[in-house]
């Protein structure tokens, strides 16, 4: 095992903490899932590691990855132990993948890529299975409780940073649907605080009635 999974909790601590700052000035989920597999490096040791989410057709697709072959990916991209519905996803951790009865159809694919033991950690959020992180190491591994609970607090914090960013991609493209809609029939929007007697106008109304921008 690498010398540094095994260090105390200040090392742990500095892991989140620089995963969080990463996310936090992250410009996109591009680099949530650097930061995340930066954080899987420092926290675990690991060398190889992966993150794949659920597509809009529920598939499964790699998208990021650190040290794995194209061909590797290839074999083994849609593979998952979940669907997005999935109740109670937990961590599996395969200590020997040759030994692993379930995973025998892969065991070619092992062996030509040099993965011994991995582990699937569940992306949740809101009871829904986003997608996984994959850690792969080269020999068979014996998983500790703690490095299962760190990968699976640095999932946390990666699914709930997807997941935001999703939700506010969503936002955005719904707000420029309303707004070309809009445009497109010479139309606006207005609310009115009765209590207040403050009006709040859409920022196409002042030209439609011929006004310069800012006039109400």
Not at 64 to 77: P, Q, T
Not at 127 to 155: Q, S
Not at 189 to 211: A, E, F, K, M, Y
């Amino acid at each position: 095992m690498p010398a540094h999974t095994s260090a105390g909790g200040d090392h742990v601590l500095q892991v989140l903490s620089t995963l969080s700052s990463a996310i936090a000035r992250s410009g996109g989920l591009p680099s949530v899932y650097e930061a995340a597999l930066d954080a899987l490096r420092e926290g675990l040791g690991v060398e190889r590691a992966s993150i794949l989410l659920f597509d809009s057709d529920e598939a499964l697709r790699f998208v990021a990855w650190r040290n794995l072959s194209d061909e590797y990916r290839g074999a083994v991209e849609g593979h998952s132990p979940w669907t997005p519905q999935s109740v109670d996803a937990e961590p599996i951790c395969v200590p020997d993948v040759h030994l692993a009865a379930d995973l025998a159809s892969y065991g070619p694919v092992f062996a030509k890529e040099g993965i011994g033991a991995l582990a699937f950690i569940p992306l949740l959020a809101r009871d829904r299975v986003l997608g996984k992180f994959m850690c792969y190491y080269g020999t068979p591994h014996t998983f500790r409780d703690a490095e299962t609970a760190l990968a699976l607090t640095i999932a946390q914090q990666v699914a709930f940073a997807v997941e935001r960013m999703r939700t506010y991609d969503a936002l955005q493209r719904n707000e420029a649907r309303l707004r070309f809609a809009l445009d497109s029939a010479r139309m606006g929007t207005w609310d009115w605080d009765i209590r207040s007697n403050h009006v709040i106008w859409s920022d196409n109304l002042p030209g439609i009635h011929g006004l310069p921008p800012g006039a109400f």
